[in-house]
Nanobody
Framework: QVQLVESGGDLVQPGGSLRLSCAAS????????MGWYRQVPGKEREVVASITAGISTNYADSVKGRFIISRDNVKNTVYLQMNSLKPEDTGVYYCKARVGIYEYWGQGTQVTVSS
């Protein structure tokens, strides 16, 4: 089992940057899949970026070239660096970990991009 706690969400102007953090309650070295998801009211949660234990990354087309996902296996934390933010990046960002057949989610952190 793993507990995830997200932080770093904020109100930011278009063009600005934020870094989200997802702190895990246990060692993440063996967790093969961790990802960041975004949800807006009335829509399903969608994957923004993911990273494997082998440091392979994937990004949604809408964030390619602007967002960077990374993991620190010493700090047991996954990060999402968000640059050149747009109003459509607004939403609640959730961290997810997949351990075997089980999936774990954090409580989410709000990101609002607005002038």
């Amino acid at each position: 089992q793993v507990q995830l706690v997200e932080s770093g969400g904020d109100l930011v102007q278009p063009g600005g940057s934020l870094r989200l953090s997802c702190a895990a309650s246990r060692n993440i070295f063996s967790i093969n899949y961790m990802g960041w998801y975004r949800q807006v009211p009335g829509k399903e949660r969608e994957v923004v970026a993911s990273i494997t234990a082998g440091i392979s990354t994937n990004y949604a087309d809408s964030v390619k070239g602007r967002f960077i996902i990374s993991r620190d296996n010493v700090k047991n934390t996954v990060y999402l660096q968000m640059n050149s933010l747009k109003p459509e990046d607004t939403g609640v960002y959730y961290c997810k970990a997949r351990v075997g057949i089980y999936e774990y989610w954090g409580q989410g952190t709000q990101v609002t991009v607005s002038s």
